[in-house]
């Protein structure tokens, strides 16, 4: 039996303001503690130089500031031009 394999992001936020840097990785583990230590290793950090809150899973290194995030592995619905769409459901009035 194979393992199920979850995705995650993780985003860099700005450590004064806690917004988004721009800064994304895409990460793959089976666990939530294992997209941390996929992260650590890209980044090349060392355990026991980064702060690790696991309630929000937020990762505080000396100059840099991550979160990790599920994300949905769901296929994304196919691109179907719009003629194919059913005419008129998007906008019916309604009198």
Same mark, same amino acid.
């Given at each position: 039996?194979?393992a199920? /394999? #979850?995705?995650?992001? %993780?985003?860099?936020?700005?450590?004064? *303001?806690?917004?988004?840097?721009?800064? !994304?990785?895409?990460?793959?583990?089976?666990?939530?503690?294992?997209?941390?230590?996929?992260?650590?290793?890209?980044?090349? /950090? #060392?355990?026991s130089? %980064?702060?690790?809150?696991?309630?929000? *899973?937020?990762?505080?290194?000396?100059? !840099?500031?991550?979160?990790?995030?599920?994300v949905?592995?769901?296929?994304?619905?196919?691109?179907?031009?719009?003629?194919?769409?059913?005419?008129?459901?998007?906008?019916?009035?309604?009198?």
């Open positions: 039996m194979s199920v /394999v #979850n995705f995650f992001k %993780a985003i860099q936020l700005d450590v004064g *303001t806690r917004q988004r840097t721009g800064r !994304e990785v895409a990460l793959t583990a089976e666990t939530r503690q294992g997209a941390v230590d996929e992260l650590l290793g890209l980044l090349q /950090v #060392n355990v130089n %980064a702060r690790i809150d696991p309630t929000r *899973t937020m990762l505080q290194l000396p100059a !840099e500031l991550w979160t990790i995030v599920g949905a592995n769901t296929p994304s619905p196919p691109d179907d031009p719009s003629a194919l769409r059913r005419a008129g459901a998007k906008h019916r009035r309604v009198r």
